[in-house]
């Protein structure tokens, strides 16, 4: 069986967050660990902008892809925008 990572790619937390975003990471070095395990780990590519239009605006994925979204929806989706975020968030949907 093949499993999708994308914790390859660092997040930064906002400010005062307490969010553990290294259990990823930790959950798969522990299965890659386990050789009674029989899995495949595959880095996640990040999905096509076509592929993200069937569940969203493209003005929401623009706005996303570029950084401007309103701060409250930023606030909405947890992390504060950078390149990885955007890289991450589009390699856990390809995944």
Request: with cysteine; charged share 25%.
């Amino acid at each position: 069986m093949k499993l999708y990572y994308s914790d390859h790619i660092a997040l930064q937390r906002a400010r005062g967050s307490r969010f553990p975003v290294e259990k990823y990471r930790l959950l798969r070095e522990h299965l890659q660990a386990d050789k009674r395990l029989n899995f495949t780990f595959v880095q996640a590519q990040e999905v096509s902008v076509e592929t993200l239009e069937l569940a969203h605006a493209r003005s929401y994925i623009q706005a996303v892809l570029t950084g401007t979204l309103s701060a409250q929806s930023q606030r909405r989706i947890g992390f504060p925008w950078s390149e990885n975020f955007m890289s991450r968030a589009r390699c856990s949907v390809g995944a």
